[in-house]
């Protein structure tokens, strides 16, 4: 069971980014998928999520810049990232709430999001 991050990279503030999430093992469709990102030495902040039912939501940081959407046919779930800040820079993990053991965690909107993958570097610098 994976989960593969890809499309992360160095970008100047005001660009943009898409991040891919490819899910083996488990059936993406059936789950919610979100996306979190970490800053060295700090915690973990959840950024956005979208239900098996196609509905999203967005941290307030990011909202109106950030939009996730989900491929069922590829497995796959993305994270356009638009205008980009220096604030943005960080590793971005792909999470669901499909349970693996002995996964990292988080709790977003009343509901358990587990990740293992290894993340995507996003870097913000002129």
């Known amino acids: 069971v994976q989960l593969v991050e890809s499309g992360g990279g160095l970008v100047q503030p005001g660009g943009s980014l898409r991040l891919s999430c490819a899910a083996s093992?488990?059936?993406?469709?059936?789950?919610?998928m979100g996306w979190a990102r970490q800053v060295p030495g700090k915690g973990l902040e959840w950024v956005s999520g979208?239900?098996?039912?196609?509905?999203?939501y967005y941290a307030d940081s990011v909202k109106g810049r950030f939009t996730i959407s989900r491929d069922n046919s590829k497995n796959t779930v993305y994270l356009q990232m638009n205008t980009l800040k220096s604030d943005d820079a960080a590793v971005y993990y792909c999470?669901?709430?499909?349970?693996?053991?002995?996964?990292?965690?988080?709790?977003?909107?009343?509901?358990?999001?587990?990740?293992w993958g290894q993340g995507t570097q996003v870097t913000v610098s002129s």
């Open positions: 999470a669901t709430d499909y349970a693996r053991p002995g996964s990292n965690w988080y709790r977003v909107k009343g509901r358990n999001m587990f990740y």
């Open positions: 093992g488990f059936v993406l469709s059936s789950y919610a």
């Open positions: 979208i239900y098996n039912d196609g509905e999203t």
